[in-house]
């Protein structure tokens, strides 16, 4: 079974710019989760979707969001990039909503320049 | 402060050793401690999780939980070079259906 697949594997932006991460889900799981992880604050939670719906959010600004889409397949955007947004973002799967139980992919290197 | 604490290291160990690596966290509602295992370039992978206080073992690996103290500890026997990787501990306060804390996690280098 083929695990988490997250695209790109690395991104290089400039300030102001936007950027879309893609993250597909190993087969039959419903919930996706993302993550921020930087060297100072380790693994911090963005948000959760559960079969399309946003189930539970981090405490990060709007300008981050997100979206599940049908294939369970899910999208994260950030807007007007800060050079404090260059982190690894990391997506998490599982089958039902368990956090216990997520399966990481391999995460998408954001630089912000 | 931090909810959950961790020495980042690095920690360099000779192989063969025992390792130790720690958390400290604040919240006494954490009832679930969990330890991931991240390779360089990969994402973290569940290593071991243990629910309230004591210990729980799995082959070389035991993890250890002290809710008197908010302290728990992973270590490692016969350390190999395979171990070689950043470890992360995570915890919450209900079993699946709250997101994770996660400290900052370990660099763990084991020289053959």
């Known amino acids: 079974k083929a695990g988490v697949t997250q695209t790109p594997r690395y991104l290089i932006k400039t300030r102001g710019q936007q950027v879309t991460l893609s993250c597909s889900p190993i087969?039959?799981?419903?919930?996706v989760s993302w993550y921020q992880q930087t060297p100072g604050q380790g693994l911090q939670f963005l948000f959760e979707?559960?079969?399309?719906?946003?189930?539970n959010k981090g405490n990060f600004p709007g300008r981050f969001s997100g979206r599940q889409f049908s294939n369970s397949r899910s999208e994260m955007n950030v807007s007007t990039l800060e050079l404090g947004d260059s982190a690894l973002y990391l997506c998490?799967?599982?089958?039902?909503?368990?956090?216990?139980?997520?399966?990481f992919g391999p995460g998408t290197r954001l630089t912000v320049l | 402060q931090k909810e959950v604490e961790q020495d980042p290291g690095p920690l360099s160990v000779p192989e063969g050793a025992i390792v130790s690596l720690n958390c400290t966290y604040s919240?006494?509602?954490?009832?679930?401690f969990m330890w991931y295992r991240q390779y360089s370039r990969k994402g973290p992978e569940l290593l071991m999780y243990?629910?309230?206080?004591g210990n729980k073992e799995d082959g070389r690996f035991t993890a250890q939980v002290d809710k008197s103290s908010k302290y728990i500890s992973l270590f490692i026997r016969d350390s190999q070079p395979s171990d070689s990787a950043t470890y992360l501990c995570?915890?919450?306060?209900?079993?699946?259906?709250?997101?994770?804390?996660f400290g900052t996690g370990t660099r763990l280098t084991i020289i053959p």
């Open positions: 979707y559960f079969s399309e719906t946003q189930r």
């Open positions: 087969s039959g799981h419903r919930s």
């Open positions: 243990t629910y309230s206080s």
């Open positions: 995570a915890m919450s306060a209900n079993f699946g259906n709250e997101k994770l804390t």
């Open positions: 919240n006494s509602a954490f009832q679930y």
């Open positions: 998490a799967s599982s089958l039902v909503a368990a956090y216990n139980e997520q399966f």
